[in-house]
Every structure is written in structure tokens, then in C-alpha cells.
T-cell receptor, first 115, second 111 residues
């Protein structure tokens, strides 16, 4: 069963506006971690942000913030003040359990920032 | 800051040949992950190591094997290569429970 679901294959946003990329997950573990990565056309995977299941505050890193709604099992990425360089694939990933080491990815969302 | 180093960056092999991909994780990171990403697909988890011991196994074919050495570098060995093995292979280095950084990947082309 798919553990990480990204329902938006593609998204468009106007430069300087904010955009939310959706991610829902499925786990029965109490302890887990959620990650977001950016993959530009060059192919590298760039770590953006991390949210732990026990973290009470939503994670933020510069223009990136994670809207973590534990009861809904969602971990949406919010990018504020979009820039042209934000155009890329964005992947949500989850690592379950405190000692599991099998981080799994969603299908990704392709974000295009329009000038 | 030191990043995850993967070598080679590009590799071209013929069918039925073998390939070895190398990964040098970030110092003091305790976990190494290997992923395979086909064109237009999300990264598929292959295998991981925690403190040099195999930790979890994903969709890794029997033709592939991996290990982590005493200096923490890891190698992914691929034998009897098939055309379908052509992909981008990533290694990621994880530590402190909250970090997982990827290398730049090895692009393998099987001809």
C-alpha cells in the first residue's frame, strides 16, 4: 500500500506568491519523521525540511514551512514568496519508527513558477 | 560543509556486465540509504545500513548487493545488468534522526 501520497502531479504558481504542496501519509507507528526534498532538472536531491512526529511546532526553514496536521496525517509543504528557481520536482518522504531506516518517497509534485 | 560523495557520476555498461557504485557519507552520520530512480519516477528504496549493519531492505533485485565498510563508505554492486537497470542511483546519508542528505547520484546507462 502506498504510504506517502502526493495528489498533485503538477502545480503552477505566480512568482512571489505562496504555494502549498500536499502530502498525506499512512503509518501506525507513533514515532516517524517526514522529509521534503527538491529535485531540479539537474537531478540532485536537495533536502528542504524535516518534521518529527513528536515535534509540537511546525518546522520552518527560510521560505519553507511544513503544515503538519498529525490527526489528518498530512505534512504539506508551504513555499512562500515563490522564485523562478523554485521550479522543480518536490518529493515528500517518510521514515517510520525510531529505528527503521527505510525512508519512502511519494510520487512527487512538479512545481512550475511563472514569471 | 562536507556532503555525500558518490562515484562515479556517470557509468555506461553493457548488458550482463557488472557495476560497482560507491558512496561516502557525511562524517558522523550513522545511516546510509540507496535508492534507484527511473526516468520520471520517484526514488525507490533499495537498501539501508545503520552503523555498518544492513538495516532495511526494499525492492532490491537479487542481482544487486550492498555493503558498508569500516570507514563507513558503502558500495552497491550490480551484476548481470539489464537494460531496465538504467537509472539514477542515489545514496543518502542520515544522522541524528533528523537529517538525510543525498549525494549527486550516479547515472547508470546499460546498453
Amino acid at each position: 500500500a502506498q504510504k506517502i501520497t502526493q495528489t498533485q502531479p503538477g502545480m503552477f504558481v505566480q512568482e512571489k506568491e505562496a504555494v502549498t504542496l500536499d502530502c498525506t501519509y499512512d503509518t501506525s507507528d507513533q514515532s516517524y519523521g517526514l522529509f521534503w526534498y527538491k529535485q531540479p532538472s539537474s537531478g540532485e536531491m536537495i533536502f528542504l525540511i524535516y518534521q518529527g512526529s513528536y515535534d509540537e511546532q511546525n518546522a520552518t526553514e527560510g521560505r519553507y514551512s511544513l503544515n503538519f496536521q498529525k490527526a489528518r496525517k498530512s505534512a504539506n509543504l508551504v513555499i512562500s514568496a515563490s522564485q523562478l528557481g523554485d521550479s522543480a520536482m518536490y518529493f515528500c518522504a517518510m521514515r517510520e519508527g525510531s529505528d527503521n531506516n527505510d525512508m519512502r518517497f511519494g510520487a512527487g509534485t512538479r512545481l512550475t513558477v511563472k514569471p | 560543509a562536507a556532503g555525500v560523495i558518490q562515484s562515479p557520476r556517470h557509468l555506461i555498461k553493457e548488458k550482463r556486465e557488472t557495476a560497482t557504485l560507491k558512496c561516502y557519507p557525511i562524517p558522523r552520520h550513522d545511516t546510509v540509504y540507496w535508492y534507484q530512480q527511473g526516468p520520471g519516477q520517484d526514488p525507490q528504496f533499495l537498501i539501508s545500513f545503520y552503523e555498518k549493519m544492513q538495516s532495511d531492505k526494499g525492492s532490491i533485485p537479487d542481482r544487486f548487493s550492498a555493503q558498508q565498510f569500516s570507514d563507513y563508505h558503502s558500495e552497491l554492486n550490480m551484476s548481470s545488468l539489464e537494460l531496465g537497470d538504467s537509472a539514477l542511483y542515489f545514496c543518502a546519508s542520515g544522522g541524528f534522526g533528523t537529517e538525510a542528505f543525498f549525494g549527486q547520484g550516479t547515472r547508470l546507462t546499460v546498453v
